[in-house]
Nanobody, 118 residues
Framework: QVQLVESGGGLVQAGDSLRLSCAVSGRMFSSDRVAWFRQAPGKEREFVAQIRWGARTTIYADSVKGRFIIARDNTKTGVYLQMDTLSPEDTAMYYC???????????WGQGTQVTVSS
């Protein structure tokens, strides 16, 4: 059973950067996907970015393209989300999630809060 633990959230100012980490434990297959979603108060959870575990190919939401980078952590077993040029609109709880090659995202971490002040 794969387990995910997020860390790295916090309070920053607009224009700042922040790096979120997702520690992944358990057996992963090269075709598995790991993604970040976020949910702001009163809004639905939305997709942020995804990485294929083996090939490391990535997909981004239009709202974060060019500002966020998702990548495998080469020193640890996990994935990070580098977030640059943050704005108050990025304020949300950020969740890491895992899925098989074509399956739904069913395994979720507990989330880490990101708050961006103006």
């Amino acid at each position: 059973q794969v387990q995910l633990v997020e860390s790295g959230g916090g309070l920053v100012q607009a224009g700042d950067s922040l790096r979120l980490s997702c520690a992944v434990s358990g057996r992963m297959f090269s075709s598995d996907r790991v993604a970040w979603f976020r949910q702001a108060p009163g809004k639905e959870r939305e997709f942020v970015a995804q990485i294929r575990w083996g090939a490391r190919t990535t997909i981004y939401a239009d709202s974060v393209k060019g500002r966020f980078i998702i990548a495998r952590d080469n020193t640890k077993t996990g994935v990070y989300l580098q977030m640059d040029t943050l704005s108050p609109e990025d304020t949300a709880m950020y969740y890491c999630t895992q899925a098989s090659s074509s399956g739904d995202y069913k395994i979720w971490g507990q989330g880490t809060q990101v708050t961006v002040s103006s």
